[in-house]
C-alpha cells in the first residue's frame, strides 16, 4: 500500500461522456499532482494543486478539470472523452521529499 | 528542468550489479538528479536522489560525476522484481515548480535468471 488511493482502478467508457477520477493524498501531504501516461506520449504532467489551491498547469487539455477538496483528496474531472484520452492516470502527493504515486486508474474510452 | 539521455535499454543477470548510466550535461548547479522506476503499470516509484555527493540508500547506490553532467544508479544485487523502467529525471527542488516531473523514455531494464 503506497498510502496514496486512487478510485476506481479501471474505468471503460465512450466517446463523448464525462468522468471523475479520485485520489486520496498520503495522510499529511498537502500537495496533489495528476499525471498522464499514455502509450504514445509517455508520463506527462497535468496539474498541481497545493492545500486546496491550484498551483502549475502542466499540458493539460481545455475538457479536463480538477480540484482539491478540503479534505485534500482531488478528483480529476474528463469530459467530451475522445479515443485518445484512453491512459492511465496517476495521482501523487508530497508535502516534503520525493512524490508518492498512487497505483493509477486506467481509463478506456471506446 | 535539465534534458536527460538514458540508453533505451539494458540487459542484466540476476544477483549481478545493473549499473544505469544518465546523461545530463545541461544540468544547472541547483538542479537535483532523480531517480524513479516503473515496474509494468504501476505507479512510478522513488528510488534515490542526489546533488553533489554519491547517495546510498537501501535500494540503490547513485554515483554522480564531478562535473554533474552524468550520473550511474547501481542497483548492487539486481532481482528479478527489479525488471522495470527507470527514469532519471533532473528536478529544480525549489519553487513551485518541483513535482511537475519530466519523464523522459527511461531504460527498460531486464533482469534475467
Known amino acids: 500500500d503506497s498510502g496514496v488511493t486512487q478510485t476506481p482502478k479501471h474505468l471503460i467508457t465512450a466517446t463523448g461522456q464525462r468522468v471523475t477520477l479520485r485520489c486520496s493524498p498520503r495522510?499529511?501531504?498537502?500537495?496533489v499532482y495528476w499525471y498522464q501516461q499514455s502509450l504514445d506520449q509517455g508520463l506527462q504532467f497535468l496539474i498541481q494543486?497545493?492545500?486546496?489551491?491550484?498551483?502549475a498547469k502542466g499540458n493539460i487539455l481545455e475538457r479536463f478539470s480538477a480540484q482539491q477538496f478540503p479534505d485534500l483528496h482531488s478528483e480529476l474531472n474528463l469530459s467530451s472523452l475522445e479515443l485518445g484520452d484512453s491512459a492511465l492516470y496517476f495521482c501523487?502527493?508530497?508535502?516534503?521529499?520525493?512524490?508518492?504515486f498512487g497505483p493509477g486508474t486506467r481509463l478506456t474510452v471506446l | 528542468d535539465a534534458k536527460t539521455t538514458q540508453p533505451p535499454s539494458m540487459d542484466c543477470a540476476e544477483g549481478r550489479a545493473a549499473n544505469l548510466p544518465c546523461n545530463h550535461s545541461?544540468?544547472?548547479?541547483?538542479?537535483?538528479v532523480y531517480w524513479y522506476r516503473q515496474i509494468h503499470s504501476q505507479g512510478p516509484q522513488y528510488i534515490i536522489h542526489?546533488?553533489?555527493n554519491n547517495e546510498t540508500n537501501e535500494m540503490a547506490s547513485l554515483i554522480i560525476t564531478e562535473d554533474r553532467k552524468s550520473s550511474t544508479l547501481i542497483l548492487p544485487h539486481a532481482t528479478l522484481r527489479d525488471t522495470a523502467v527507470y527514469y532519471c529525471?533532473?528536478?529544480?527542488?525549489?519553487?513551485?515548480?518541483?513535482?511537475?516531473?519530466?519523464f523522459g523514455q527511461g531504460t527498460i531494464l531486464t533482469v534475467h535468471p
Open positions: 501523487a502527493s508530497r508535502n516534503q521529499g520525493p512524490l508518492l
Open positions: 495522510s499529511g501531504d498537502l500537495s
Open positions: 494543486y497545493y492545500n486546496g489551491e491550484e498551483r
Open positions: 545541461t544540468i544547472s548547479g541547483n538542479e537535483y
Open positions: 542526489g546533488l553533489k
Open positions: 529525471i533532473g528536478v529544480n527542488a525549489g519553487g513551485t515548480s518541483y513535482g511537475k516531473l519530466t
